[in-house]
């Protein structure tokens, strides 16, 4: 069983940065493609970022490209994001997920934490 938990989210002001964090228990994140995505209020949930398990290849959806940056440390069983520049149209509950595709969809990822939520207001 691989238990998923985010940390790092809060209330920000647009324009500055957070870090969130995702602890892994488990002995599958080594081998897993890492994924986080977010959902907002009344919408749909979506992707945002991904990257494989060795960290060499990252994916990331439109509206977060040159602003968002995920990476991994395997040894510690975590996983990052960070986002700069938020904007308030970020805001949302980001989850992390672990899956068996270093893709975008949510189909692929078998595992979910429970999400933090990131608020971006002035």
């Known amino acids: 069983q691989v238990r998923l938990v985010e940390s790092g989210g809060g209330l920000v002001q647009p324009g500055t940065s957070l870090r969130l964090s995702c602890a892994a228990s488990?002995?599958?994140?080594?081998?897993?493609?890492m994924g986080w995505f977010r959902q907002a209020p009344g919408k749909e949930r979506e992707f945002v970022a991904c990257i494989s398990w060795s960290g060499s290849t990252t994916d990331y959806a439109d509206s977060v490209k040159g602003r968002f940056t995920i990476s991994r440390d395997n040894a510690k069983k975590l996983v990052y994001l960070r986002m700069n520049n938020l904007k308030p149209e970020d805001t949302a509950v980001y989850y992390c997920?672990?899956?068996?595709?270093?893709?975008?969809?949510?189909?692929?990822?078998?595992?979910w934490g429970q999400g933090t939520q990131v608020t971006v207001s002035s």
């Open positions: 488990g002995d599958t994140l080594r081998l897993a493609t």
């Open positions: 997920a672990q899956g068996t595709s270093l893709n975008g969809d949510a189909r692929s990822y078998g595992y």
